[in-house]
């Protein structure tokens, strides 16, 4: 049996409110959705990561219902070249880090919540 092979991924965000969540994103990321269907679908295309955030279909809501109060149901790790100026940012955004900076193998990080409370992992390589 041959293994099927992927070519792209796409990290996908269920949000009730998605249009609040798209906005956000489009703030700290500095760039509209290339796709965007209102308070159904929107994506964003970064070097590597298709990011989507959509709305549940009315079917699936109640496997969603809880989502805001599920906080870190998902990580995304974004690569910054000035990790202070990334702070500046998403602090400006309303969403400060949740801890001080810390010291990995592959450079310095800092966590951020989303406004759904996912966590947003922002680090500078060493």
């Known amino acids: 049996m041959s293994l099927p092979q992927y070519r792209v991924g796409l990290l996908a965000i269920a ?4 249009e609040d969540l798209l906005q956000f994103y489009a703030q700290l990321l500095g760039q ?13 295309q970064l070097t590597g990561l298709r990011l989507g955030i959509f709305k549940p279909q009315q079917t699936d809501m109640g496997e969603f219902a809880s989502l805001p109060g599920k906080a870190g ?10 990790l202070e100026a ?9 969403y400060p880090p949740t801890d001080t ?3 990995a193998a592959h450079g310095r990080e800092i966590y951020a919540r989303d ?11 060493s």
Do not use: K
């Open 15 to 18: 949000a009730i409110n998605c």
């Open 32 to 44: 509209e959705p290339q796709a965007h269907i209102p308070n159904i679908y929107g994506e964003f």
């Open 73 to 82: 149901a998902m990580s995304i790790c974004l690569e910054v070249a000035d």
């Open 86 to 94: 990334a702070i500046t940012h998403i602090t400006a955004l309303g």
């Open 101 to 103: 900076i810390r010291i």
């Open 115 to 125: 406004p759904q409370g996912n966590r947003i992992i922002l680090y500078q390589p």
